[in-house]
């Protein structure tokens, strides 16, 4: 069942791609579907279907929405400091804390932190993260956890948790 759900997903993402419903794509999409989903239907998260339940899906615009608007000021930010001639860093590398506790809410919190301009993610290690950040304001773990991860942990939470 696992298996056919997620062949089903593969499927309406290849039709979503192509927007075509002529029998030669279609049937492209049946070979490539069923493909992945053999070769790589174990590495598939078991519950990945839960991520399109509606009120899921609806955190998810919801965090993507606030993730754009983190990576734009974050730009403006590392902007900022490159062109201040007293280029005002103090990087260095942080040990912050998740409370998320799926592989794949952490894993796509490491990469939404990533993906955020002044900051990268080095390492990850049961519930921490070790993360290269521009400029570290604070010597404080838990301020530093809030300053970095906060904003994005809490509606993580909410999709995949």
């Not at 993507?64 to 000021?73: G, S």
């Not at 942080?94 to 990469?111: G, S």
Request: net charge neutral.
């Amino acid at each position: 069942m696992k298996r056919f759900l997620h062949f089903l997903i593969l499927l309406g993402i290849w039709l979503a791609l192509t927007w075509s419903l002529q029998w030669q794509e279609v049937l492209a999409g049946v070979i490539v579907a069923l493909l992945a989903d053999l070769l790589l239907g174990d590495i598939f998260p078991i519950g990945s279907v839960k991520v399109f339940y509606p009120i899921r899906f609806f955190w998810m615009c919801v965090y993507t929405v606030v993730f754009i608007w983190y990576v734009i000021k974050a730009n403006f930010d590392v902007a900022y400091r490159v062109l201040n001639i007293n280029m005002p860093i103090r990087p260095g590398i942080v040990k912050v804390r998740t409370r998320l506790k799926t592989d794949m809410a952490r894993t796509f919190l490491a990469n939404s932190i990533t993906l955020t301009p002044g900051t990268l993610t080095v390492d990850m290690t049961g519930d921490h993260l070790y993360i290269h950040w521009i400029n570290i304001s604070s010597e404080d773990p838990e301020k530093e956890t809030e300053l970095i991860v906060g904003h994005f942990e809490n509606l993580l939470e909410r999709v995949f948790e």
